[in-house]
Every structure is written in structure tokens, then in C-alpha cells.
């Protein structure tokens, strides 16, 4: 990797947001990287295509004023403007939270990133080594921001993908537009200002709409600072952006944090989700299911559930008593007697309907989570810790395992196959009848979308498989 240089039109020493505007313009992105981009642009358009179909981002398509001429919507002939295109595909692509994660900052990194980029799709021919890498540069910039503060930035009630997400939205679109350093860095500190998520809207179509905003807000940003608005030349250096998020804990920019050294992409590595709710449920899941399969109980046989937590593991589950899907994906207990009552979790688990069936809810109160004592001050160790599941039966036994991978990580990782399923999956959701030939053939070609010179040509033909506008 080639190393960064000083920007001699600054000062000698570079701060946090010049060393930050110098990644966005200057910094080479690996074959392996890019390698690793094409895997979560894949997984984050197919989950983005079946959010498309559910009732939030209906309301919110409705509640947009369409613009003739303008950038074509993902989910229908609508068009809009290019940030209420980010703002609606962002939504999507984070209302089934079925989307990719990074445990380093606690945030889902490819989500509001992608959606900021996929408007300009339209307007413009890009590679697709353009867009990979620019999918790269805002999820580096993204979760190596949120690193510098630490888990306290969550901790304190902040959604971080919101947060994070409006500057590393900021930093793809740059990266995309080939500014230069002095735009780029004003878009930055613009964006800076735009950031906003709080995880009291989890379990609401706020939560959602917060990936949608912060995809808008970057877009925005970089727009403003194309159009000459000046900002502040040090946002993230003493008394800024790191000191306003992280409650005056951090105030500098950490020297172990180093962006693009590894790229986070490819060390550790993203998590992708294998059920399609909180990830902070997923070991949960994998546990019970587990203890199901081999020790052959169902919801029935179970007179109560202990769930061990790590030390900040409960935070985003605050709906211990769901009552609609969107609750649920933040339920632990719902999540195990799920998990106990069909011997699976997927899409069709966290539907309203599903979520309100009298055994399961009456149920509910007798499954305790646990939290560790203690506090975290890395999100990687909330990612890795392990998490046990403890069973007591009626007749006055007991089962428990303990899931010390999470599904989906660098540790345990999807495979191409279940990428593939999963693809499959979520395409059907929009086209129940869309047939294997057609739905195998467009994940093939997103794939190979590395070496493709205009990428947008493969999302028109997606949009058409799908049913949607292509102009």
C-alpha cells in the first residue's frame, strides 16, 4: 500500500481530518479489499431489495415529493433527487436489520455507504472498481472513526451507524466524485454536523430511517461543499466531533487507530448476518436452535431460559415484551422462545403476525437475559464474548451451550452458498415467482462486478428482474 504523504497545502504535521481527507483522495485500495467489497455490495443490495417491499419505506416513498427526470427509485417509476433516493434506498437497506455489521465500532458499515453511492449510479458511468472502492474508503473511514471513541460512543445512547454513517456516506461519495483534498475535507466537517442516531428509536421505523439519513446527510454534504460552503479545518481534532460523541471521554484522535492498515474490510473482516435482526441476538440464536436440534426439545418441554450476556451485550435490546416485528428484532426473549417454538429465524419470524402468537408471548416473561458486570470500552469485545444459553426443562433437567463465534463473523463466516441462498431469499421476497436460473445468474454477475465498466448496467438489469423501473 502506497503510504500517505503530507498535504504540503497544509500543515506539516498532519491532524485527524487532514490524515482523514488524505485517505479519501490519495489512499490505493488492495486487490483483497476490493475483493471483500464485491461480497457485502452483493449481501447489502439483496437485503436493500426486500426492505424495498416493506410498509416504512412505503411511508416513506409517500411522504417524498417525486422529481420528473430526476434519479429513478429502486422500489418503483418514482423519481426522486439524489438525496431523497440515498434517504429512501438507505432505509431499506437497514429496515429488515438483516444488513452487514462491524463489531469494531458497532455500527452496520456497508449500509449507509452503498446508499449514497447508488444515485449517482444514474447519473454517471462508473466501473465497478470505482465503486468498490469507494465502498471501501467510507466503511474504513466509518468504523475507524467510531474506533477512536471506543464503545463509550454507543454506550451513551448514540446509534452509531447513524452517527458514523453521514461521514463515512460523506467520505464514498468524495472518494466516488474525485474531489480534492480541500472539498473533501469540507464535506467531512459538513457531514460532521449532520450526524444524528439515537437507540431509543430501536424497535421503530427510526431506526431504519436513521441509515437513510445518514446516506442523505453525506450526499448533501458533499453537494454543499461543492457549492462553496466552508467549515470548520480541524472538526475532528481537540474539542470536536471525537469530544461531542464519546460524552468528553475521547479528545484525540487514538495513535493505534490507523486507517487503511490494515483496511477493516479485510482484517478482521465485516459480519454478515445470517438471521435478519440485532446481531447482538445472533449467538443467542445459534445456541437455542442448537440445543433444539440435539437435544430435542421445543417452547413446550421449557419451563424458564437463562441467557449469559456480555458486558454491554443488552444494550440495543430494549423490547423484552415485543409487539410488532419491528420490536422484535431487538427482543431477546422473543428471539429464543422463536427460536424454541419453529426451529428457525427468518424473515417470515419477525412479521407482526408471527410476533403475536398467544404461545409465544405468554411465554416471553419466563426467558432472563443476563448481563455480564462490568463495562466494555471496545465493541470488538462485545462482538467476541461468548454468550450461553441454560434451559430448564418441566420434568427437571437441564441443557446449555455456550456460542463463542458468532454467526456470520470472520470466525464462523458465510459461505459463498449461503450468500447465494440468502441473495435468492430476499429477491423472492420482492418476485415470489423469480426463478433460480434468473436469481443465481444476477448474483454470479454481482460477483464479478470488479471488472464490469459500468456497473450500473448490472443494477438496471436487477431492477428489471425484479420489477422496478429501470429509466
Known amino acids: 500500500m502506497t503510504a500517505l504523504q503530507p498535504l504540503k497545502s497544509l500543515s506539516p504535521v498532519p491532524g485527524p481530518t487532514e490524515r482523514l481527507a488524505a485517505f479519501i483522495v490519495e489512499a490505493r485500495v488492495p486487490d483483497e479489499v476490493l475483493s471483500q467489497a464485491t461480497r457485502v455490495v452483493v449481501d447489502t443490495l439483496a437485503v436493500t431489495a426486500a426492505g424495498g417491499t416493506e410498509e416504512p419505506v412505503r411511508r416513506l416513498a409517500g411522504s417524498l415529493e417525486p422529481w420528473p427526470g430526476a434519479v429513478p427509485s429502486f422500489w418503483g417509476p418514482e423519481a426522486f433527487r439524489s438525496d431523497d433516493a440515498a434517504l429512501l434506498t438507505g432505509m431499506a437497506s437497514h429496515v429488515l436489520d438483516y444488513d452487514d455489521v462491524s463489531m469494531l465500532s458497532v455500527c452496520h458499515p456497508t449500509a449507509p455507504v452503498l446508499s449514497a453511492l447508488l444515485p449517482l449510479l444514474d447519473k454517471r458511468k462508473v466501473t465497478g472498481g470505482e465503486l468498490l472502492g469507494a465502498v471501501a474508503i467510507g466503511t474504513e473511514v466509518l468504523i475507524r472513526l467510531g474506533q477512536s471513541m471506543g464503545f463509550r460512543h454507543y454506550a451513551l445512547g448514540f446509534h452509531a451507524t447513524g452517527t458514523l454513517g453521514a461521514v463515512g456516506a460523506a467520505a464514498a461519495v468524495a472518494r466516488l466524485l474525485h474531489l480534492d483534498l480541500d472539498t473533501t475535507r469540507r464535506a467531512l466537517a459538513i457531514a460532521a454536523s449532520m450526524a ?57 484522535w487514538p495513535p493505534n487507530v490507523v486507517l487503511g492498515a490494515p483496511f477493516a474490510l479485510s482484517e478482521p473482516g465485516f459480519e454478515q448476518k445470517r438471521y435478519p435482526c440485532c446481531y447482538m441476538l ?3 440464536i445459534e445456541g437455542t436452535l442448537g440445543l433444539r436440534r440435539d437435544a430435542g426439545i421445543d417452547l413446550a418441554a421449557v419451563e424458564h431460559v437463562r441467557v449469559d450476556m456480555p458486558a454491554g451485550g443488552t444494550k440495543p435490546l430494549i423490547h423484552p415484551f415485543p409487539r410488532t416485528g419491528l420490536n422484535a428484532l431487538f427482543s431477546g426473549p422473543y428471539a429464543v422462545a422463536a427460536s424454541l417454538a419453529d426451529g428457525r429465524i427468518d424473515l417470515a419470524s419477525f412479521t407482526d403476525a408471527a410476533v403475536l402468537r398467544p404461545d409465544l408471548q405468554a411465554r416471553l416473561a419466563d426467558i432472563q437475559l443476563v448481563e455480564a458486570s462490568g463495562e466494555s470500552s471496545r465493541g470488538s469485545e462485545v462482538g467476541s464474548a461468548p454468550v450461553t444459553v441454560t434451559v430448564t426443562l418441566k420434568d427437571g433437567g437441564s441443557v446449555a451451550r455456550t456460542v463463542t463465534r458468532a454467526p456470520g463473523s470472520p470466525e464462523d463466516p458465510m459461505t459463498e452458498q449461503q450468500l447465494a441462498a440468502k441473495w435468492t431469499d430476499c429477491l423472492r421476497r420482492v418476485q415470489p415467482g423469480l426463478g433460480a436460473d434468473t436469481t443465481l445468474n444476477l448474483f454470479g454477475e454481482g460477483l464479478a462486478i470488479g471488472t ?8 438496471t438489469r436487477l431492477r428489471l428482474a425484479l420489477g422496478r423501473s429501470a429509466a
Open 282 to 284: 445472533h449467538r443467542m
Open 196 to 252: 444524528c442516531g439515537l437507540r431509543k428509536n430501536f424497535g421503530s421505523m427510526v431506526k431504519s430511517l436513521h441509515v437513510g439519513l445518514a446516506a442523505s446527510n453525506g450526499l448533501k454534504a458533499v453537494r454543499l461543499a461543492q457549492g462553496g460552503i466552508d467549515a470548520a479545518s480541524e472538526v475532528f481534532e481537540a474539542d470536536g466531533y471525537l469530544k461531542a460523541f464519546s460524552g468528553g471521554e475521547t479528545d484525540r
Open 452 to 459: 464490469s465498466p459500468d456497473v450500473g448496467a448490472w443494477i
